[in-house]
């Protein structure tokens, strides 16, 4: 774990540690990325991310997934904001983190397609746990 909070959920099933990148340009646009075919909630917009292997850290496991899925290297980021989210699939602990540089230029590696978007974003449907942390990004944005 990486932190104290509980690995079981509130109904029993185990928590599954996301790291989930928030890239941003430094024009505004956030990158979100569409779920590939297979897997669940295929063709929802989300923030790009992966899940947290055994003993990894979040700044590394977002580091892999972004490489992965993206192909860049993370060279600047911080964790923002936790949130956890009840899919029917999956209890999920998400740790978004705001990436400010990387290198590279971001591409879909998994045949997923993305798109920098501002606020509000044209692209649709949204993942549930997506759509707070965009509120959250307009809500800063108002400050």
Do not use: N
């Not at 779920?35 to 947290?52: H, I, S, T, V």
Request: hydrophobic letters at 35%; charged letters at 25%; one cysteine or more.
């Amino acid at each position: 774990m990486t932190d104290s909070k509980s690995d079981i959920a509130p109904d029993g099933r185990k928590v599954t540690e996301v790291a989930v990148g928030v890239m941003v340009q430094h024009d505004g646009r956030y990158l979100l990325a569409q779920r590939p075919a297979g897997k669940p909630y295929e063709g929802y917009w989300e923030f790009p991310g992966g899940k947290l292997e055994p003993g990894e850290s979040i700044e590394t496991a977002l580091g892999r997934e972004l490489h992965e899925e993206l192909g860049i290297d993370v060279t600047a980021c911080q964790l923002w904001r936790t949130l956890e989210h009840d899919y029917p699939h999956a209890y999920v602990r998400l740790f978004f983190c705001k990436v400010t540089d990387w290198k590279g230029t971001p591409l879909g590696r998994e045949g997923q397609a993305i798109a920098w978007q501002t606020l509000p974003v044209d692209v649709a449907p949204l993942l549930p746990a997506a759509i707070p942390i965009l509120e959250w990004l307009e809500e800063e944005e108002r400050e």
